[in-house]
């Protein structure tokens, strides 16, 4: 028998029929679904660029379809902008457009400065971003000098600060913290992105020749959960502090 008769009954291996009809399977599957999340990462886009605050991932569930992984597609959308001059940046629990950081020197010429903070008010900014939360008393003591109401408005006014709640001490004192505009404003994800010691100290903000026993405090992980010896708010202590109007009662 010749090579070419001996080729002709050399058997071939023939793949598995379900394994072919499960490749196939999966390769219609797979586009489908990630066809179903390149719509949602546009939808993301639209609501996110729509909006002139930062939204939250709460939102975004509520506006997506049912059952949407946010995080992948916040991912995904994120990875779209890296390299652009506009980045989806996260600010606390929430998402929102920015001008790319090494982009920001062609802003500032369009910026406007309308109020410089005052010495003071950085001091209690600073103390509050990393004691949160924080009474007026407990400010005083760790600047070891009187705070007067008016710093505390005028961060209040900025909307960097916010009064968060009371504290479970005689004349419940009100607490502050920080706010998202806060994390915005400085270009922070969450308050545990604030600078450390040896930052400070690289940047010039702290002296190299600090006591031994000197720290920085770690801010809380979540700023939004109370403390354990603090109250929330109640519509009583808002109106007390004036920022509800008093309900009328009808005689």
């Given at each position: 028998?010749?090579?070419?008769a001996?080729a002709?009954v050399?058997p071939?291996k023939?793949?598995?029929?379900?394994e072919?009809?499960?490749?196939?399977?999966g390769?219609?599957?797979?586009?489908?679904e990630?066809l179903?999340?390149?719509e949602a990462?546009?939808?993301?886009?639209?609501?996110?660029?729509?909006?002139a605050?930062?939204?939250?991932?709460?939102?975004?569930?509520a506006r997506?379809?049912?059952g949407?992984?946010?995080a992948a597609?916040?991912?995904?959308?994120?990875?779209i902008y890296a390299?652009?001059?506009?980045?989806?940046?996260?600010?606390?629990d929430?998402?929102?457009?920015?001008?790319?950081?090494?982009?920001a020197?062609?802003?500032s010429?369009?910026s406007?400065?309308q109020r410089?903070?005052s010495?003071?008010a950085?001091?209690?900014?600073?103390?509050?971003a990393?004691?949160?939360?924080?009474?007026?008393?407990e400010?005083?003591?760790?600047?070891g000098?009187?705070?007067?109401k008016g710093?505390?408005d005028t961060?209040?006014?900025?909307?960097?600060?916010?009064?968060?709640?009371?504290r479970r001490t005689?004349g419940?004192p009100?607490?502050?913290?920080?706010?998202?505009?806060?994390?915005?404003?400085?270009?922070?994800?969450?308050?545990?992105d604030l600078p450390?010691?040896e930052e400070?100290k690289?940047?010039?903000l702290?002296?190299?020749r600090?006591p031994?026993?000197f720290?920085?405090p770690?801010p809380?992980?979540?700023?939004?959960?109370?403390?354990?010896?603090e109250?929330?708010?109640?519509?009583?202590?808002l109106?007390?502090?004036?920022?509800?109007?008093?309900r009328?009662?009808?005689?």
């Open positions: 028998m010749s090579e070419r001996n002709s050399i071939f023939v793949d598995d029929e379900p072919d009809e499960m490749t196939e399977q390769s219609l599957e797979n586009p489908a990630r179903q999340l390149s990462v546009r939808m993301a886009e639209a609501i996110i660029f729509a909006s605050e930062p939204v939250s991932e709460r939102q975004l569930a997506l379809p049912e949407l992984n946010i597609a916040m991912a995904d959308l994120q990875e390299k652009r001059g506009v980045n989806l940046v996260r600010v606390g929430a998402w929102a457009f920015r001008t790319a950081g090494d982009l020197f062609l802003m010429r369009d406007v400065q410089k903070l010495r003071a950085l001091e209690v900014l600073a103390i509050i990393y004691h949160q939360p924080v009474t007026r008393a400010i005083e003591d760790i600047r000098v009187e705070t007067s710093t505390l961060l209040l006014e900025t909307e960097w600060v916010r009064m968060r709640g009371r005689p419940r009100v607490t502050y913290g920080t706010t998202d505009a806060f994390l915005d404003h400085f270009a922070l994800e969450e308050i545990r450390g010691m400070l690289g940047a010039g702290l002296s190299t600090m031994s026993n720290s920085i770690v809380p992980s979540d700023p939004e959960a109370l403390a354990e010896d109250d929330a708010l109640t519509d009583i202590d109106e007390e502090l004036g920022l509800l109007t008093p009328v009662t009808e005689d």
